[in-house]
Structures are given as C-alpha cells and as structure tokens.
T-cell receptor, first 115, second 113 residues
C-alpha cells in the first residue's frame, strides 16, 4: 500500500451536478497530482499542486478545479458534470514536483459515473 | 494529449517468455518512468531512467532509453501470470517548468499460465 487514500471509491452523479473528490497524500509528501483515466486509456494529467499552489495544468476546462490544504491533502472539484467526465480519477503524491521526485505514489482512485 | 505512445497496445505471451514493450515520446525529457496498473486500480512505480542513462535493470526488468530516437523499451524476463497488467511509460518534458509527469496510452499484457 502507498499510504495515499482517496474518497469516495465509487460515486454516481447526473449531468449538471457537481462533485468533490478527496485525496490524502502520503506522510511527508508536499505535492499532489490528479489524473483522469477513461476506460482503456492512459491517465490524463489534470493538474499538480505543490505546497498549496497549482503548479502545472493539463488540457482540462476551468470547471475542473482543485485545492491543496496545509496538511497537503487535496480536493478535485468538477462542476457542471458531463457524460464524458465518467472515468477513474487518480490522485498521486510525491515529495517535490512529480518529475523531479523520482516516483509518484498513487491512490486506488475514485470511479465516477455520470448518468 | 499524450506525450508517450506505447507499442504494442496489447500483448499476449506464455508464462516463462519475455515481454517487450516500447514507448515513443515527442519532446525532450528529463527522465522517463514505467508504471504498472492492475485492472483499473492505482498505478505502481516500476523504474526510472534519466535522460543521460541508456540502460537500467531492476530484478526481472530491463529498461533502455534512446534519446536520439525519443524511445524507450521495457523488457520483462521470464514472465509470470502475476505480471498480467497494463504498463505505462511516463515522461517529464524538459521544457516544462512544472516538472509534471505525462503518461502514455499503455500496453495491456496478458501472461497465460
């Protein structure tokens, strides 16, 4: 186990609703990266939070937003849900920026279904 | 968009055989990492190779990197049924000051007992 926990593990929403996903990073890690993984695809980078600031963002619209708290846990918020938002959302923590840290530690993901 | 693309998309081999997966990427990188994912769960880090390295070993894993061709390969020797999983390469683009990791589309490996 990596020590990265995500909640909830599964959830079902309807189009237009809003969702908040949570991630508790591994002890000692100050960076959290969020990824969206559609079925059969690779993880797509959403954004990275380093010491409570967004540091790097992928090709996702502004309705995808995030936060990182002083204890380095993080939230991913998605507004105005669309059917295509159905995916596995993965959180990964690292000590320092992802590409410099040498390794990302992933949680088990939150599977979102939008009906 | 994906920075890395794995080839093949799917691979089926017999237990005991070697499995080779390839990754191509588009821009210069700081390092390249390989991860494994069991059936839609979290990814697990396997190995990292830096841009100034050409080959690295870890147990039954061997990774090569050819920066002139912008490609990497992952070799799993003497495969086992437990190696069945999806394998992803991830790159850290050199010109990106955020040092984020970008994942490829993955190779789905099936090792038949």
């Amino acid at each position: 186990e990596t020590g990265v926990t995500q909640s909830p593990t599964h959830l079902i929403k309807t189009r237009g609703q809003q969702v908040t996903l949570r991630c508790s990073s591994q002890s000692g890690h100050n960076t959290v990266s969020w990824y969206q993984q559609a079925l059969g695809q690779g993880p797509q980078f959403i954004f990275q939070y380093y010491r409570e600031e967004e540091n790097g963002r992928g090709n996702f619209p502004p309705r995808f937003s995030g936060l990182q708290f002083p204890n380095y846990s993080s939230e991913l918020n998605v507004n105005a849900l669309e059917l295509d938002d159905s995916a596995l959302y993965l959180c990964a923590s690292s000590m320092g920026l992802a590409g410099l840290s040498g390794e990302l530690f992933f949680g088990e993901g939150s599977r979102l279904t939008v009906l | 968009s994906q920075q890395g693309e794995e080839d093949p998309q799917a691979l089926s081999i017999q237990e005991g055989e070697n499995a080779t997966m390839n990754c191509s990427y588009k821009t210069s990188i700081n390092n390249l990492q390989w991860y494994r994912q069991n059936s839609g769960r979290g990814l697990v880090h396997l190995i990292l190779i830096r841009s100034n390295e050409r080959e690295k070993h870890s147990g039954r894993l061997r990774v090569t990197l050819d920066t002139s061709k912008k490609s990497s390969s992952l070799l799993i020797t003497a495969s086992r049924a437990a190696d069945t999983a999806s394998y992803f390469c991830a790159t850290c683009p050199r010109m990106d000051s955020s040092y984020k990791l970008i994942f490829g589309s993955g190779t789905r490996l099936l090792v038949r007992p």
